[in-house]
Nanobody, 125 residues
């Protein structure tokens, strides 16, 4: 079965960096759309970034220039490099997969079929 396992979250001061990883298994990772989402307490889950099977990446306006999504198809692993972190980046971060799409990934949570358990990112001022 499909399994997504995130790691790399933690607590950091504003301006710091973190790198999230998501190990994927149970499907053909290299041909699937992948994404990172986040959800802060009391807020809806929102897209952070998506990447298609051709390494075409889209980032939310709120993280452009600070976060970078990437994938390693030899390791079935998705990454999110987060630099210049801000307190408003504090949230639970989720890895998501859509094995049914490879080029046009979609931007909403409903577009993604499978989810990891999440990893907490806390940024203090």
């Amino acid at each position: 079965q499909v399994e997504l396992v995130e790691s790399g979250g933690g607590s950091v001061q504003a301006g710091g960096s973190l790198r999230l990883s998501c190990a994927a298994s149970g499907y053909t990772y290299s041909s699937a759309c992948m994404g990172w989402f986040r959800q802060a307490p009391g807020k809806e889950r929102e897209v952070v970034a998506t990447i298609n099977s051709y390494d075409g990446a889209l980032h939310a306006d709120s993280v452009k220039g600070r976060f970078t999504i990437s994938r390693d198809n030899t390791k079935n692993t998705l990454y999110l490099q987060m630099n210049s972190l801000k307190p408003e980046d504090t949230a639970m971060y989720y890895c998501a997969a859509n094995p049914g799409r490879s080029v046009v990934c979609g931007r909403g949570p409903a577009e993604f079929s499978y989810w990891g358990q999440g990893t907490q990112v806390t940024v203090s001022s």
